[in-house]
């Protein structure tokens, strides 16, 4: 959806604040949106309602939006924020040094992206949200850092960590 | 039924198979496809109402604006008043002329010149110096005692009178009988009842009085008691 563009015309009434293109935009970005939230928070009813307060966020202020063309991504970041003000008390980062790493971990099999979904909802709460925002998302370490209010080298770790947790927990599904 | 002809793969196929296990390789080939999921089917419900409830939010210049505006009447009105105000201003009408009195040596300054005796026609001088005015003799108006002319009437003489003469008859004065009781009145006072026994004497005893009715009398009740003597 992310790669998807809007319709100009949508935008716009969505803009001039119509309620029937607030419905269609929210018919169209609601499976994105939800599944960002429910990957960082890890629970339905939670995600549920921050997803509320995003859109109707979005919908208030989207008059202070300067690129309707940036729509989507400007609708992820506010639900993004919000998910990670949520979760913020649950997210704890594991010190890496207590984790017994296997250093060049061999990884010989292939999977798809359900296995891959299985494997991301196992990860503890630090290592799954920079995971997510990351490799699912496409920040960078500075604005991972950023969101998360941890430093660059702590979200690099913390990178690390979930892959070599991921490869894992995706070996183990697939000896299952 | 003719066999057709078999074709080879390349050589680096299966190099290439063994590069697609990379892991980062299959995260960043499956991560824009993980799978969606759907929140609540009530949702919009619930985003519409919230939306309905809560009023439109106003941008920061307007309150500037309304705060600006408020500062300019307020500028305009206080610059208003005082103008009026000063135009308006009357000089009171001075009824009292207050005079200074003239400072007396005080003790101090006595000390310092070393004389402490100040003579009358000094400070007279110093009266005149500040023109004040001296006092002067207040002029008193007596009032002349008024005289009342006396009224020289001629005495009253009665001819006839309509009684001729008025006798007063003494009357004797009614003595009653004489009496060997003693008559005691008293109102509302607060006697404690005495009560008298004549047990060995010989006497026939009284009981009207050891009577809890007539002992126990209200106090705003009169009370008379005969004695015989």
């Not at chain 1, 702590?154 to 894992?168: D, F, G, I």
């Amino acid at each position: 959806m992310s790669s998807q563009k809007l319709d100009n015309n949508l935008i716009s009434n969505v803009l001039l604040g119509e309620r029937s293109a607030q419905f269609q935009l929210f018919e169209l970005t609601k499976g994105m949106l939800y599944s960002i939230c429910y990957r960082v928070i890890n629970d339905e009813d939670e995600a549920n309602d921050v997803l509320q307060d995003s859109y109707v966020e979005i919908f208030q202020k989207i008059h202070t939006l300067k690129n309707p063309e940036a729509l989507l991504g400007w609708m992820k970041t506010i639900t993004i924020r919000k998910a990670i003000l949520q979760s913020k008390k649950k997210i704890h980062f594991e010190p890496i040094e207590e984790v017994k790493m296997e250093a060049n971990e061999d990884f010989d099999s292939w999977f798809d992206a359900e296995m891959l979904d299985q494997a991301i909802r196992s990860l503890p709460d630090g290592a799954r949200a920079v995971f997510l925002l990351i490799e699912v998302e496409g920040y960078s370490h500075k604005e991972n850092s950023e969101l998360l209010g941890i430093a660059e080298s702590t979200s690099k770790s913390q990178l690390h960590y979930a892959k070599s947790l991921l490869k894992k927990r995706i070996s183990k599904l697939l000896q299952a | 039924m003719r066999k057709l002809p078999e074709h080879s793969p390349k050589s680096d196929l299966w190099s290439k198979i063994q590069a697609q296990k990379d892991f980062d390789a299959q995260v960043k080939a499956h991560a824009s496809n993980l799978p969606l999921k759907e929140p609540k089917a009530d949702l919009w419900s619930a985003i519409e109402s919230e939306l309905d409830q809560k009023t439109p939010v106003i941008p920061l210049w307007k309150y500037g604006v309304v705060a600006a505006s408020l500062v300019l009447i307020l500028a305009i009105s206080g610059i208003a008043y005082l103008e009026v105000g000063t135009k308006d201003m009357r000089e009171p009408v001075i009824t009292e002329k207050i005079t200074t009195t003239p400072e007396l040596p005080t003790s101090k300054e006595s000390k310092d010149t070393g004389d402490n005796s100040t003579t009358v026609p000094q400070i007279q001088s110093q009266l005149a110096e500040n023109h004040i005015p001296q006092n002067q003799p207040i002029k008193k108006e007596t009032i002349a005692p008024v005289g009342i002319p006396k009224l020289e009437l001629a005495d009253l003489i009665i001819e006839n009178p309509v009684v001729p003469h008025l006798e007063i008859t003494k009357t004797p004065e009614m003595e009653g009988p004489k009496t060997l009781h003693k008559v005691r009145i008293s109102w509302g006072l607060k006697e404690q009842p005495k009560f008298k026994t004549t047990l060995g004497l010989g006497i026939p005893e009284d009981i009207s009085e050891r009577q809890i009715g007539r002992a126990n009398q209200n106090s705003s009740s009169i009370k008379i008691k005969i004695k015989r003597e």
